[in-house]
């Protein structure tokens, strides 16, 4: 769990992601601080109006970085000159606002709050399927928070799932520390067969699965695959955090997969599905990773091509066996974060870049930034409708789109009349 401090310059839209990058880091765990001197990551939400706004958001970025870990920038000003921070030669993540919770996490599992009660905000219903883990990871203290797997029956999860779909849900996004692991407190890993019936219920939505250990889905990933493949309503993306791309750093993490497992599961995913995304995270400057290792890790980066890739410096957590190593230095970590981040631009910009001139059928989730709307497409690709009250779009409606541009992480679809 990391400590965050949160800075919100510019507009209402602006407090209003901020609200919603602290509820999600919240929900994960995370914790505010008083300043950034006392956080392991400082989070700047920029805005970008006049000249004079540019050069204090610079300035203010520049002090924030040398007063903490790590500096993540998002908001207007990292949307739309993004490369001025690295011009200069300012050393953060520079993120999109629905990217930054993600960043945050330091290789950890996520941490639902208290209890698996769904929830419904807006179209989209969070529905918890478990909570607790099965791994023992040398870096991770959610572990002290949540305990081992604990599965409540398939039926009653379905039966979540089905009142929030009756309740106006358009989207359910299926969280859990591991959701690959479901059921296995029980003997028997479930998470194909919930799925299956999820999408069963009657009606006109789409499931997101979320995160899942390589470990824990290796050995049901052909069934999952084929779930996949034959249900509609799912999303084709799975987030499968890696995070080296060396075995021996996996083994001194204890990992419970090394990288052939992954690999294996990627190409499961490949021959079953003809278009979906691959999300992973890695973890850079782990106190045992050699230069040969993070060598590794690029090289398995470039190998799988992943669509969303989370990269994070490693940060020691209290009471977790990884904080008793002798770490690495500061400036090796930057180096080696700075790479891979350059590495994850160009693989993902060049995802999103293909998406041109293609149609694509969308839903649209949740605003976006002033007469936007945020959609996802099959693949849970990141779509943003401008100009949506000319096109009648509110969240909630299915529509069709021409993919007409794209930054690095999303692209931009005008909607396509009759």
Not at 343 to 355: P, T
């Amino acid at each position: 769990m990391a400590r965050y401090h949160i800075e919100t310059y510019g507009c209402t839209s602006n407090r209003g992601e901020s609200r919603a990058i602290e509820g999600a880091l919240r929900d994960a765990g995370h914790y505010p601080v008083d300043g950034p001197e006392e956080a392991d990551v400082a989070i700047l939400n920029s805005c970008t109006v006049v000249e004079k706004t540019e050069t204090n958001m610079l300035r203010r970025a520049r002090e924030l970085e040398e007063e903490t870990a790590d500096l993540i920038v998002t908001g207007c000003m990292a949307i739309a000159q993004g490369e001025q921070f690295a011009e200069e030669g300012i050393d953060a993540q520079v993120l999109h606002w629905d990217d930054v919770p993600g960043a945050v996490l330091n290789g950890e599992c996520p941490t639902p709050g208290p209890g698996t009660e769904p929830v419904l905000d807006g179209v989209v219903g969070v529905l918890p399927i478990a909570r607790g883990c099965m791994s023992n990871c040398s870096y991770c203290i959610t572990k002290h928070a949540t305990g081992r797997v604990d599965s409540p029956p398939v039926e009653e999860n379905v039966e979540k799932a089905r009142a929030l779909v009756h309740a106006g849900a358009k989207e359910i996004r299926i969280t859990g520390q591991d959701t690959g692991v479901y059921g296995w407190d029980a003997g028997e890993r479930k998470l194909p067969e919930l799925l299956e019936r999820i999408c069963a219920i009657e009606g006109d939505f789409r499931v997101r699965v979320g995160m899942a250990n390589p470990g824990g889905i290796h050995g049901i990933h052909e069934e999952l695959a084929e779930v996949f493949a034959e249900n509609e309503e799912l999303y084709d993306f799975i987030h499968a955090p890696v995070q080296s791309g060396s075995d021996d750093v996996l083994e001194e993490m204890r990992r419970q997969h090394r990288v052939e497992k992954f690999r294996e599961i990627v190409e499961t995913f490949d021959d079953a599905l003809r278009y979906w995304t691959l999300s992973t995270d890695f973890i850079v400057g782990f106190p045992t990773e050699t230069e040969a290792d993070h060598d590794r890790s690029m090289e398995l980066l470039r190998e799988v091509r992943p669509e969303k890739v989370n990269v994070t410096r490693f940060s020691k957590r209290p009471r977790t066996d990884a904080a008793e190593m002798k770490g690495l230095g500061g400036q090796t970590k930057k180096d080696r974060s700075k790479a891979m981040s350059e590495l994850k631009r160009e693989i993902v910009g060049e995802a999103y870049e293909a998406m041109v001139g293609d149609e694509r059928e969308v839903l649209c989730v949740e605003p976006g930034t002033g007469d936007s709307v945020k959609c996802r497409d099959t693949a849970y690709r990141q779509v943003i409708v401008q100009n949506a009250s000319e096109h009648g779009i509110e969240p909630g409606e299915f529509t069709t789109v021409e993919i007409t541009g794209h930054q690095t992480m999303y692209a931009f679809g005008t909607p396509i009349d009759g």
